[in-house]
T-cell receptor
Framework: KAGVTQTPRYLIKTRGQQVTLSCSPISGHRSVSWYQQTPGQGLQFLFEYFSETQRNKGNFPGRFSGRQFSNSRSEMNVSTLELGDSALYLC????????????FGPGTRLTVL | AQTVTQSQPEMSVQEAETVTLSCTYDTSESDYYLFWYKQPPSRQMILVIRQEAYKQQNATENRFSVNFQKAAKSFSLKISDSQLGDAAMYFCALTPSNYKLTFGKGTLLTVNP
């Protein structure tokens, strides 16, 4: 069974631009969560989608948004990029109950110049 | 809101020895789940072990075991017979029933041959 895939793996943008990251979950998984990982703040929860609905959201500004498609693939968008948005963005998929293991993708490394 | 604290930024252990990584947490929820995740260098995060808060029995997975002290809100990870492949960043994580994983800042484990 294929694992969680994220595209692109690396991205370089400039301040003020917007970016879209993609996550394809493991087949059969209906939940996709997104996390931001930085050296200073560690791993922070962005949001979680289940069956195309956002079930929970972290404490990030409205510039961070996401969506999930009917095939469970998810996208995350960041508008008006800031230098502080440079991070590793991880997505994780699971079957969808709180106890289910989350399987993480390799991440997208975003650098904002 | 919940918090997870890992007080040891770095730990080292000799191969074949035992090491314990500490984690304390705080949550107002009565029902929650605790996890230890491992993130090897430049590799994907994987689940090491999980514990349901309502279970008194400590979870065990081969060489990995936890010491779960609910009253003290402590959740330490013990790695027995340490192997070179155990070298990684280890994250303690907590989720109540809202599908939002909160991570600690991590402990970098070095295994010396």
């Amino acid at each position: 069974k294929a694992g969680v895939t994220q595209t692109p793996r690396y991205l370089i943008k400039t301040r003020g631009q917007q970016v879209t990251l993609s996550c394809s979950p493991i087949s059969g998984h209906r939940s996709v969560s997104w996390y931001q990982q930085t050296p200073g703040q560690g791993l922070q929860f962005l949001f979680e989608y289940f069956s195309e609905t956002q079930r929970n959201k972290g404490n990030f500004p409205g510039r961070f948004s996401g969506r999930q498609f009917s095939n469970s693939r998810s996208e995350m968008n960041v508008s008006t990029l800031e230098l502080g948005d440079s991070a590793l963005y991880l997505c994780a998929s699971s079957l969808g109950t709180v106890y289910n293991e989350q399987f993480f993708g390799p991440g997208t490394r975003l650098t904002v110049l | 809101a919940q918090t997870v604290t890992q007080s040891q930024p770095e730990m080292s252990v000799q191969e074949a020895e035992t090491v314990t990584l500490s984690c304390t947490y705080d949550t107002s929820e009565s029902d929650y789940y605790l996890f230890w995740y491992k993130q090897p260098p430049s590799r994907q995060m994987i689940l090491v072990i999980r514990q349901e808060a309502y279970k008194q029995q400590n979870a065990t997975e081969n060489r990995f075991s936890v010491n779960f002290q609910k009253a003290a809100k402590s959740f330490s990870l013990k790695i027995s017979d340490s192997q070179l492949g155990d070298a990684a960043m280890y994250f303690c994580a907590l989720t109540p029933s809202n599908y939002k994983l909160t991570f600690g800042k991590g402990t970098l484990l070095t295994v010396n041959p």
